[in-house]
């Protein structure tokens, strides 16, 4: 009994041993765990639920959103779609396209072609559509059309009700230029050299009328680009042979006065001569040499005979050797050129002359193609797209329009609310 006492007590010791050290590794309460014991004594946070949203009701920051919205929106697209559908008057859109081209001359042309290289008077269809493109939008075709079709009389006729797309009377040739550039728009290829215009009136035939005027005025255009070419090519030909001739006779006149110092007249054919002086020369000394051993076979040393031999012989050396130093000696005798100086310098006054002439004769081959081509039309203007007549407006595009405006007014409202919200989330 008293056995079974002691274990029983040793047991619920160690049993009490686990348990107060699982209640320290799990911080739960223990008796001598006196900072699990504070903590419990601390003030448990409480969570505060609050009430539910009540429903939404409207309020005077709603009521001044909407109202925004009708007048910077509503208001202003109303106001543009009632303009479109009862005072713009509708607008016509004729069509022509073309561009400059350029005549292929491989004959007569290409000594205009080459000299105009020199002188930088070029020209292509990309440069010379460039110009075009350039004049179209210019005051002074503008001006031309309004001298022959009063552009001011008919896109200010509908002013009075229209004047948003009209043009305003009495104004300036700044004003009509301005104005150009919203009844004519212009599309150039510059790869190609396409030109492409659309030009819009008020009615069907005034707008064939101002693109055909326009096609008018860009023919003169380069009809005056044609002629401004051809004088420049024609005054540099002729400028080219004045020089050229020039030339020509200062070479000439060179060669005379070394002739007359000379008197020389052809060096090539006194050198031919001078070479068959030498020639000659050798042929009767090979004979005279044959001769003086023909002789020593049958006659003695001191005759008569051998010594004119001899005699012989020595002359036609000497005298070749004369004839040999003359024409390769610098100096002659006399103390004046000799003769590999004078060949040398005919041969350069040759070749001056020859250069000159040949220059003058070019010359004069471009100024005769230059002439030859003076009435020819290099360039022309190719219509691709004759001026239409429309059957249809096609402008103002009124439903573009009234989206275009709805869409920017939509934006600006929005961003004035959100503005307004973050401002007053702010404060």
Not at 227 to 248: G, M, N, W, Y
Not at 358 to 372: E, I, N, P, V
């Amino acid at each position: 009994m008293n056995i079974t006492t002691v274990k029983s007590s040793s047991a619920k010791a160690g049993e009490q041993k686990d348990a107060d050290e699982s209640a320290r590794f799990f911080g739960e309460k223990t008796a001598d765990n006196p900072t699990t014991v504070e903590k419990e004594k601390e003030p448990v946070p409480q969570v505060v639920i609050r009430p539910m949203a009540g429903p939404a009701r409207a309020k005077k920051r709603h009521g001044l959103l909407i109202a925004s919205f009708f007048i910077v929106v509503v208001l202003p697209v109303a106001a543009i779609f009632w303009y479109l559908e009862t005072r713009s008057v509708d607008q016509y859109a004729s069509t022509v396209g073309f561009t400059v081209r350029q005549e292929d001359d491989a004959g007569g042309m290409g000594a205009i072609n080459g000299l105009a290289g020199l002188t930088g008077a070029t020209g292509g269809n990309a440069s010379d559509s460039d110009i075009l493109y350039e004049f179209i939008q210019s005051q002074d075709l503008v001006r031309r059309i309004e001298a022959d079709l009063d552009l001011w009389g008919h896109y200010s006729a509908p002013y009075d009700q229209d004047p948003v797309f009209a043009l305003k009377p009495g104004g300036t040739i700044e004003s009509l230029h301005a104005y150009w550039g919203r009844v004519m728009d212009v599309d150039y290829d510059n790869a190609t050299g396409l030109l492409g215009l659309e030009v819009r009136a008020f009615t069907p035939e005034f707008a064939k009328q101002v693109a055909e005027q326009i096609l008018v005025e860009s023919q003169t255009l380069v009809n005056d680009l044609n002629a401004q070419s051809r004088a420049d090519i024609l005054r540099d030909a002729e400028r080219d042979v004045t020089d050229s001739l020039v030339r020509l006779k200062a070479a000439r006149e060179a060669l005379v006065n070394f002739r007359t110092r000379t008197q020389i007249v052809d060096p090539a054919a006194d050198m031919q001569t001078r070479m068959g002086v030498q020639t000659s020369l050798q042929q009767q000394l090979a004979q005279a040499l044959i001769d003086h051993d023909l002789l020593a076979q049958s006659a003695a040393e001191g005759d008569p005979r051998m010594v004119q031999a001899k005699r012989r012989i020595n002359v036609i050396r000497e005298r070749l050797a004369e004839e040999r130093r003359t024409f390769a000696s610098d100096e002659s005798g006399d103390g004046s050129d000799g003769y590999p100086t004078l060949i040398a310098e005919y041969e350069s006054l040759a070749v001056d002359r020859e250069f000159a002439e040949q220059t003058y004769r070019g010359a004069l081959a471009a100024k005769d193609a230059a002439l030859a081509n003076a009435t020819r039309q290099t360039r022309y203007l190719a219509s691709f797209i004759l001026p239409t007549l429309p059957e249809k407006a096609m402008y103002p595009k009124r439903l573009q329009v009234v989206l275009v405006a709805f869409l920017f007014a939509v934006l600006t409202w929005a961003l004035l609310a959100l503005v307004f919200y973050s401002v007053r989330d702010r404060n």
